[in-house]
């Protein structure tokens, strides 16, 4: 079944058993729907969405990957309204971003995300899980 045919049916199955207000469906069905528009779960796109949810920029991963940075702008955006987008790190890229806190003259999240090739809202989504694990 071709995946159009999948997303007109969870469609007439939410409206059949939520109504007919998109809005008062569950989050999940509506996530579900919008997932039927996903593209292929290929290896090369399960790397560049890892890349992603590691705040990696477009442009580092446009050329890292060989990928054009509106095809990455594109999936990011797909990312965020599926609401997948929550970034991620790993130990040793907290250490590395607390390094560059401690050892950086005014340190913005601009500036840390330049150093890092990171994208400014991983630098802040991190350094608030810093913050959090410092208050512990």
Do not use: F
């Amino acid at each position: 079944m071709s995946s159009n045919k999948k997303m007109a049916a969870a469609i007439r199955a939410a409206y059949a058993n939520y109504g007919d207000d998109p809005d008062k469906w569950p989050k999940d069905v509506k996530k579900e729907i919008r997932g039927q528009t996903e593209e292929e779960h290929t290896a090369e796109n399960n790397v560049l969405r890892h890349m992603i949810l590691h705040g990696y920029t477009s442009e580092y991963i446009a050329q890292e990957r060989s990928k054009s940075r509106h095809y990455l702008k594109q999936l990011r955006l797909r990312m965020e309204n599926r609401d997948e987008l929550d970034y991620q790190a790993t130990p040793d890229e907290l250490t590395q971003l607390k390094y560059n806190l401690d050892h950086m003259n005014k340190p913005s999240n601009k500036g840390i995300a330049g150093a890092m090739h990171r994208d400014k809202d991983w630098v802040r989504c991190m350094r608030e899980k810093l913050r959090e694990a410092r208050n512990v």
